[in-house]
């Protein structure tokens, strides 16, 4: 390919509104150029990086086993009735009527189209499990969408559902997409952790999120180096940590505490540490009945460290929180506690509620906690002697560094990551709901037990470069940077010595599938390197008359720190050595 039969569109600034670095180098490398809030249009050069990506993709999931087909962006609003998530999911489901007044959805995932293909299709035992994928345009109606396409609406997905028999073979179906998402993204040489994850509002019995690392990255993923546990930090486990509670060796007293309504003043105060005094947080439950009315609330006191802080997702699966909370009213709260929010504890209510204690604090003793007064609270506080044991103990808190892994081999640490993709299982969640049922050999239906898996295939590129960038630009890997060599010869429209070398080399690169790009623009030596090092292309070489009187080429990898003389004899196969490399 020559610059001047493609398009180069870059800029020197970015744009006022782009916020993150892989929004500003889309932006100024001409990737991409915004055409709504959101929505971007994907240019020449930009769309080379997603192809290549797709291609990827398709390598592994065909060598997966899984069958390619393409459903449609617009779909129905009756399937998505069936499973009830046209009214579950809320504003981000974009809902459009045709001419006829008929319903309709732009679709953000398309669990509902592929199972209703599976219940028509897939009959009999015999005919599992299957895997379908499509690659194809997703729609998510997001508040506020930021970030460029690491938080646009309109984005290209990777999505495949899997088919099987019954959890065993799921599990075995969900094994295959884990592995060959691994080799996804070690084809695509970017730097990735597959974490446990919780299943959210998809629904499952098992997940992993695939998370590129990055320091800007919104997802914070915990991980053992001495072992192979990783999970999100929604799901990471919180062990306790101490192992049993101590004999108490202080007296409970009501201590005057003015003004200082946080655990961090208190402890200042009092001069404790901070993993002396417990956080006291409350929720609510309802009940309704038919009509949607609440006919009966529930208080519940979640307690936590004070240097800790509450993981909600951990929260929604202790029993009694499963089908949802909210946190409690100030009216709610004066009517138990008696007191405003700043004081709260659990001694001295004044009408009971139900205590949820965190493993940790659950082995505290002499602690400290709000004592239902303004500007006091009670040291020296310990379970069944001061106040009776939690209605409930469970893992309620985010880890922090540092904490024992879950399986005892070694601390915690801590990284940012973008999350890219996403395994789940999802049972017979789908299947249920819509009815896909196939006969076994007994003849007997039986609900089909699927898996879903998604790659974001536009976001990939955000992420990418959110982990590989510099001061001059974009640093692709090899194997999705839009062009693989770059030649850059100096003087192409003034030199026939540089512009025949240049032409040679280019051609027997193309000869050999090499991506390569040859820049007969004609431009300063200053401006076309800045272009080329702005778009990330991996390897460059230069070519020019001095250098080629004295039978050089210069080659720069673009992570190296200086450019490499190269006899321009052997120009090709030393580029052939470093891309096999």
Known sequence: MKASQFFISTLKEAPADAEIVSHKLMMRAGLIKRLGAGIYNYMPMGLRTIRKVEGIIRDE??????????????QPAELWQETGRWDKMGPELLRVKDRHERDFIIQPTSEEVITDIARQELRSYRQLPKNFYHIQTKFRDERRPRFGIMRGREFTMKDAYSFDR????ARLSYQQMYDAYVRIFERLGLQFRAVAADTGAIGGDASHEFQVIA?????????????????????????????ERAAPTQALAKTPTPGKSTCPDVAELLGLALSRTVKSLVLATDEKNEAGEVVRSQVWLLLVRGDHDLN???????????????????????AHFGCKPGYLGPIGLKQPVKVVADRTVANMSDFVCGANEADFHYTGVNWGRDLPEPDLVADIRNVVEGDPSPDGKGPLAIQRGIEVGHVFLLGTKYS???NATYLDENGKPQLMVMGCYGIGVTRILGAAIEQNHDERGIVWPDAIAP?????????????????????????ELLALGVDVMLDDRGERPGAMFADWELIGVPHRVVLSDRGLKDGKVEYQGRRDP????????????????????
């Open 215 to 243: 320091d800007t990255g919104e997802d914070a993923i915990v991980y053992c180096p001495q072992s192979d546990y990783a999970a999100n930090i929604e799901l990471a486990e919180a062990v306790a940590l101490t192992a």
């Open 61 to 74: 999931m065909n060598r997966a086993g899984a069958i390619e087909l393409l459903m449609p962006v617009v």
């Open 166 to 169: 019954d959890l065993a073979s």
């Open 432 to 434: 249920a709901a819509m």
């Open 483 to 507: 062009f693989t060599v770059v030649l850059c010869p100096i003087g192409y429209d003034r030199s026939a010595e540089v512009k025949a070398a240049a032409d040679r080399l280019h051609d």
């Open 562 to 581: 200086q450019a490499t003389a190269v006899a321009a004899s052997e120009a090709l196969a030393f580029l052939r050595q470093r891309l096999g490399a």
């Open 312 to 334: 909600e997702v951990k929260a929604s699966k202790v029993e009694g929180l499963k089908a949802g909370f909210r946190f409690a009213t100030v009216a709610e709260i004066e």
